[in-house]
């Protein structure tokens, strides 16, 4: 069974940066994801990486200011979070994918973690 451990998240002003880490319990070659949740909306796509960090995807709100990437020497997935805004205010949830190819398809990710919590002040 995969076990997947976010960290990393916390409180930062508007236009500050968080660097969220996700620690899975074993290797694993398939694609990786994060999503977020806020308060009363659904859980959305945030970014993805392939299983070798060489291809990504973005969701649109989040182009060229979040950044994806993964070691798996380490078992690691990273986002690099840089001008924050309120509205990125939310739990964010990493996840692995039964594919190789970065996807932005919830149906697509068969383990989560338990999230980590990001709130942006403005």
């Known amino acids: 069974q995969v076990q997947l451990v976010e960290s990393g998240g916390g409180l930062v002003q508007a236009g500050g940066s968080l660097r969220l880490s996700c620690v899975a319990s074993?290797?694993?070659?398939?694609?990786m994801g994060w999503f977020r949740q806020a308060p009363g909306k659904e859980r959305d796509f945030v970014a993805s990486?392939?299983?070798?960090?060489?291809?990504?995807s973005y969701a649109d709100s989040v182009k060229g200011r979040f950044t994806i990437s993964r070691d798996n020497a380490k078992n690691t997935v990273y986002l690099q979070m840089n001008s924050l805004k309120p509205e990125d205010t939310a739990i964010y949830y990493c996840?692995?994918?039964?594919?190789?190819?970065?996807?932005?398809?919830?149906?697509?990710?068969?383990?989560w973690g338990q999230g980590t919590q990001v709130t942006v002040s403005s």
């Open positions: 990486v392939n299983w070798n960090g060489a291809s990504t």
């Open positions: 996840a692995n994918s039964y594919s190789s190819n970065p996807s932005d398809r919830r149906s697509e990710y068969l383990h």
């Open positions: 074993v290797r694993i070659f398939s694609a």
